[in-house]
């Protein structure tokens, strides 16, 4: 049996609106998610046993039950008892390099590398969808994960409609290291402030008038990098900027720099700014260190691009 690599690239959202409530306690959203070249490595490998085992560079990271890219391969093994019989365990050795409580889909897209390895580890045959349909039940950020690229979803997040890509465009990463934001938290928060301005469940006729993100769709069909710099939105700094000065002081140093425009990615405490070319990414990424020269400050400048999980070996 092959052992596998796999590229597991983050994601930023470049809108993220929350409509309303759902029956199964999640929250109808409309965003539009992109992702972006900065990546962790997955590799998987047969242990000969019937273990599954889960190893990371970064300390930080729980190599146990509650890692998602051990839930992933937990998954498999329950829906594909038969394969994992035959093929037994596997060691998951995750190099790490995009940070965690950052609102990027750390633990998602490791988790959708670990499904796609599977699949071809044990030859079951999936198709993209079917993988998909398994990564939903993990997260609502793992069906994106698998495919990548640019696209809007719906639902809890997990309806996804593929959009023109924008891998012309560059974004400028900047992350307090020792500053994790809880999505639980960052959600829950919202609905307790907010939920008085959601659109009942019932009335999905207003549901569907009540979303705006119509006119960053068109932006991105049309390429117009200014104005999809303009139409930046997210919800969730509502509750999250007001909670985390220094996510706050952080977005509005980025905004007093030259770009396309800035926002807080997903629950944070990603904050980032997209730029139009490699250099200016890299302008802004060293402005933004004097302007800011905390050593816990972690700066990235990376590519958006049109790809989700790869194979490389």
């Given at each position: 049996?092959?052992?596998?690599?796999?590229?597991?690239?983050?994601?930023?959202?470049?809108?993220?609106?929350?409509?309303?409530?759902?029956?199964?306690?999640?929250?109808?959203?409309?965003?539009?998610?992109?992702?972006?070249?900065?990546?962790?490595?997955?590799?998987?490998?047969?242990?000969?046993?019937?273990?599954?085992?889960v190893h990371c560079d970064d300390p930080q990271v729980p190599a146990n039950e509650s890692n998602l890219?051990?839930?992933?391969?937990a998954l498999m093994a329950g829906e594909f008892s038969e394969a994992y019989g035959r093929?037994?365990?596997?060691?998951?050795?995750?190099?790490?390099?995009?940070?965690?409580?950052?609102?990027?889909?750390?633990?998602?897209?490791?988790?959708?590398?670990?499904?796609?390895?599977?699949?071809?580890?044990?030859?079951?045959?999936?198709?993209?969808?079917?993988?998909?349909?398994?990564?939903?039940?993990?997260?609502?950020?793992?069906?994106?994960?698998?495919?990548?690229?640019?696209?809007?979803?719906?639902?809890?997040?997990?309806?996804?409609?593929?959009?023109?890509?924008?891998?012309?465009?560059?974004?400028?990463?900047?992350?307090?290291?020792?500053?994790?934001?809880?999505?639980?938290?960052?959600?829950?928060?919202?609905?307790?402030?907010?939920?008085?301005?959601?659109?009942?469940?019932?009335?999905?006729?207003?549901?569907?008038?009540?979303?705006?993100?119509?006119?960053?769709?068109?932006?991105?069909?049309?390429?117009?990098?200014?104005?999809?710099?303009?139409?930046?939105?997210?919800?969730?700094?509502?509750?999250?900027?007001?909670?985390?000065?220094?996510?706050?002081?952080?977005?509005?140093?980025?905004?007093?720099?030259?770009?396309?425009?800035?926002?807080?990615?997903?629950?944070?405490?990603?904050?980032?700014?997209?730029?139009?070319?490699?250099?200016?990414?890299?302008?802004?990424?060293?402005?933004?260190?004097?302007?800011?020269?905390?050593?816990?400050?972690?700066?990235?400048?990376?590519?958006?691009?049109?790809?989700?999980?790869?194979?490389?070996?």
């Amino acid at each position: 049996m092959n052992s596998y690599s796999l590229i597991a690239p983050a994601k930023i959202n470049l809108y993220l609106e929350i409509i309303g409530d759902r029956p199964d306690g999640y929250h109808e959203l409309a965003m539009l998610l992109q992702s972006i070249d900065l990546a962790d490595r997955v590799d998987l490998r047969p242990n000969g046993t019937q273990a599954i085992r889960v190893h990371c560079d970064d300390p930080q990271v729980p190599a146990n039950e509650s890692n998602l890219a051990y839930q992933a391969a937990a998954l498999m093994a329950g829906e594909f008892s038969e394969a994992y019989g035959r093929y037994g365990g596997m060691e998951i050795s995750i190099q790490k390099r995009i940070p965690m409580g950052a609102g990027l889909a750390g633990g998602s897209t490791d988790a959708a590398a670990v499904l796609v390895g599977l699949n071809l580890m044990w030859s079951l045959g999936l198709t993209q969808s079917e993988l998909q349909e398994l990564g939903g039940r993990l997260g609502s950020d793992v069906p994106f994960c698998i495919v990548g690229g640019t696209a809007i979803a719906t639902g809890r997040g997990e309806q996804l409609s593929s959009l023109r890509s924008l891998d012309n465009l560059y974004a400028v990463l900047a992350k307090y290291q020792d500053l994790p934001v809880s999505t639980v938290w960052a959600y829950k928060t919202y609905r307790q402030q907010f939920q008085n301005t959601y659109i009942p469940l019932d009335n999905l006729a207003d549901r569907k008038q009540r979303v705006h993100s119509g006119a960053m769709v068109a932006a991105i069909a049309q390429q117009d990098s200014q104005r999809i710099g303009e139409l930046l939105h997210n919800d969730l700094e509502k509750v999250v900027l007001p909670a985390h000065p220094r996510v706050a002081e952080l977005r509005d140093k980025l905004g007093q720099l030259e770009t396309l425009g800035v926002m807080m990615s997903g629950s944070g405490s990603t904050v980032f700014a997209l730029v139009s070319s490699q250099f200016q990414a890299e302008r802004v990424r060293q402005e933004l260190r004097e302007l800011l020269p905390d050593p816990n400050l972690g700066l990235w400048t990376t590519r958006l691009i049109n790809m989700g999980i790869q194979v490389v070996s």
